[in-house]
């Protein structure tokens, strides 16, 4: 049961693939002719949930969040990094975005024509498998988090997030943290108050520390070892 230890609740630009390396020159000029790149500011927000969708984006440099929320209840589904597709799965039919994304730090949006991306699946087939193995993989990581919150505790979960953030986004045991208490009880599924007794739990046992937004892990073995127990 090796596999429930290496959960991935968030993604990293090496899981990206080579897409853009693997087309022609004459592929990257019918691209480059259907793209628009835009730049977001920290806290705005770059597609609403249930708005019509034209394009496929990606995020070339920042960090986004991506959420759904049904009356006053939100659920954070994921954080991206650079590098990452935002809305593949629009490109098979389904013309409406069925999440909100708001930057979390200044970031930069290429939106490709989802036209474009379609012509590109039918006529290079590993851009098509690459596109594919994308994702699965995104199904991979919704299958990861929903267990995650389905099936451990509180300090679990959190766990998992601290890992994620250290190992995968910012690859530092230092780091400022990008979410606010309400992102963070968003993302595991708890209330700010959970997550405010939560924090003050690890640093107690001295597994984090904290000053402002820059958090420390102190011992990752332990917090691997909460997240792994659940």
Do not use: W
Not at 14 to 26: M, P, R, S, V, Y
Not at 79 to 88: C, E, L, M, P, V
Not at 117 to 123: F, N, P
């Amino acid at each position: 049961m090796a596999v429930l230890s290496q959960i991935n609740h968030c993604e990293d630009n090496e899981e990206t693939g080579n897409c853009f390396k693997i087309l022609t020159d004459q592929e990257m000029v019918l691209l480059e002719n259907n793209r628009t790149e835009i730049q977001f500011n920290k806290g705005e927000t770059i597609i609403k949930q249930g708005t019509k969708s034209s394009d496929i984006l990606y995020l070339k440099s920042g960090l986004v969040k991506i959420s759904i929320s049904s009356g006053d209840s939100s659920l954070i589904l994921c954080i991206k990094t650079k590098n990452h597709f935002i809305g593949i799965e629009n490109i098979y039919g389904y013309d409406y975005h069925a999440y909100t994304v708001t930057a979390l730090e200044d970031s930069m949006i290429c939106y490709i024509d989802t036209s474009a991306i379609r012509q590109l699946l039918k006529q290079n087939n590993n851009f098509n498998a690459e596109l594919y193995r994308i994702l699965t993989n995104n199904s991979l990581l919704t299958y990861d988090r929903f267990f995650s919150l389905t099936q451990k505790q509180l300090h679990g979960r959190f766990a998992d997030i601290l890992l994620c953030l250290s190992n995968k986004i910012f690859k530092s045991k230092k780091f400022d943290l990008p979410l606010s208490r309400k992102d963070l009880a968003d993302l595991t599924g708890m209330a700010p108050e959970s997550v405010i007794r939560i924090i003050k739990d690890f640093k107690t046992d001295k597994i984090i520390a904290t000053k402002g937004k820059r958090v420390e892990i102190l011992n990752e073995p332990l917090l691997q070892k909460i997240s792994n127990v659940g």
